[in-house]
């Protein structure tokens, strides 16, 4: 497998490879860049179809974070570790303690936290191996699951969102159509249910489903169909790459907002949408929440009054982001990288 060529390298300063024998752990660690701080991001446990997938992930989520700490203000670099798990592999404490033997070589380049498949109580399997963890469950700065926070920030873009592409300012009666009913996604949907929008909603998980139907009387349909259905808002809140060749031409919605990391499958398809007159909100700034809750603990601030800070100060940017799109006709996205490479470029480092 080759690194310096692969698609998904973009200069990245290290990617390291770990392996366990003992408790099978197998790992990747990309630091995309310490351009502006050590390198922040969660660690991700998957069962990845091939080694090629899970290296094409930590490439890609990586760089992800260099785009959302700089995009959230945040003195902090982009950095992503997966483990990868074989068939039938499953995670223990073992296993988490030699991924935290891992993190800790790396002397602080590379802070670990909670992604897809990993807990609070992981983090502290982790932690008792390295202190470069953040979103622990203890301790009084301890920030602990990063989920509620992410699930803010996903509302409070989506209203941005509405208010820009819809002008206005409740959501009453919009349909918004919801991917993943997971930590973010639930918490979305109970956001989205109490300003009154009318949920449609899918999961792997059938019983949760059948639990957002109870609880919201939401709407439920097969995960095949969730990003075709007639609705205002498409809310990508599961695994990345939903938006493809496949699905773009079947897409309804007028709006894009979602908590999922790589919505695109690849970042060209931003111009297609555009085009169709569709708004994708950038993932790296519509789900900075969650990275925003672990900075506070890394900076030994007070969660409640930084988060809320950093919260506002999003919502300023995305919109300054939309209107930028609108008078210079090009996505959102664009726009957002654009800002993040010129905070780059200004950086001492840069
Ligand atoms: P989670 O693992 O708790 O939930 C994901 C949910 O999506 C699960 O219920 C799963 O069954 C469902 N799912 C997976 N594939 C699906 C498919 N094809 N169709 C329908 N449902 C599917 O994950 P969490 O924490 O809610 O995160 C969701 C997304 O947001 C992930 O992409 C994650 O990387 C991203 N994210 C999460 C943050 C957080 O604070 N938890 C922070 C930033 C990004």
């Known amino acids: 497998m080759t690194i310096f060529d692969h698609p998904d390298f973009d200069d990245h300063e290290t990617v390291v490879f ?13 630091i995309h860049s310490t351009e502006l701080g050590p390198a922040v991001g969660g660690c991700r446990v998957w069962t990845y179809e091939s080694e090629a997938e899970g290296l094409r992930d930590v490439l890609r989520l990586s760089r ?27 995670k223990t404490p073992e296993l988490m303690r030699a991924f935290g033997r891992a993190v800790d070589r790396l002397n602080g380049a590379y802070i670990t936290a909670e992604d897809v498949g990993v807990s609070p109580e992981d983090m502290e399997e982790v932690r008792s191996q390295s202190r470069h963890v953040t979103g622990l469950s203890q301790g009084e700065l301890a ?26 300012d409740d959501l009453q009666g919009l349909r918004v159509a919801v991917q993943g009913l997971g930590h973010v996604g639930w918490q979305l949907c109970d956001h989205l249910h109490r300003a009154g929008a009318a ?8 019983w ?16 095949a169909h969730i ?31 979602g908590a999922a990391n790589n919505q695109l499958a690849e970042e060209a398809l931003a111009t297609d949408l555009h085009r169709m007159g569709i708004v994708l909100l950038p993932d790296f700034i519509v789900n900075a929440g969650g990275i925003m809750n672990a900075a506070a603990e890394i900076e030994g601030q007070r969660a409640e009054i930084f988060i809320e800070d950093k919260l506002s100060g999003l919502q300023r940017q995305l919109a300054t982001i939309l209107s930028r799109s609108d008078q210079e006709d090009s996505p959102p996205l664009q726009i957002a990288m654009e800002i993040v490479r010129d905070r780059l470029r200004a950086s001492p480092k840069g």
Do not use: Y
């Open 18 to 30: 770990a392996r366990d024998r003992q408790t099978g752990l197998r790992a990747a660690i990309a």
């Open 64 to 90: 992800g974070m260099t785009f959302k700490n700089a995009a959230a203000g945040l003195p902090l670099g982009g950095g992503k570790a997966v483990i990868m798990l074989a068939p039938g592999q499953r």
């Open 143 to 168: 920030s602990g699951d990063p989920s509620p926070v992410t699930a803010r920030g996903v509302f409070d873009s989506l209203q941005t969102g509405v208010r820009h592409v819809m002008g206005r």
């Open 199 to 206: 949920l449609i909603v899918t999961d792997l998980d059938t």
């Open 208 to 223: 949760r489903m059948a639990d957002a139907a109870e609880r919201w009387g939401a709407a439920t349909v097969a995960p």
């Open 227 to 257: 990003h075709a259905q007639d609705c205002d808002v498409f809310a990508p809140c599961a695994l990345g790459g939903i938006l493809n060749r496949e699905t773009l031409p079947q897409l309804r919605a007028r709006l894009i907002v």
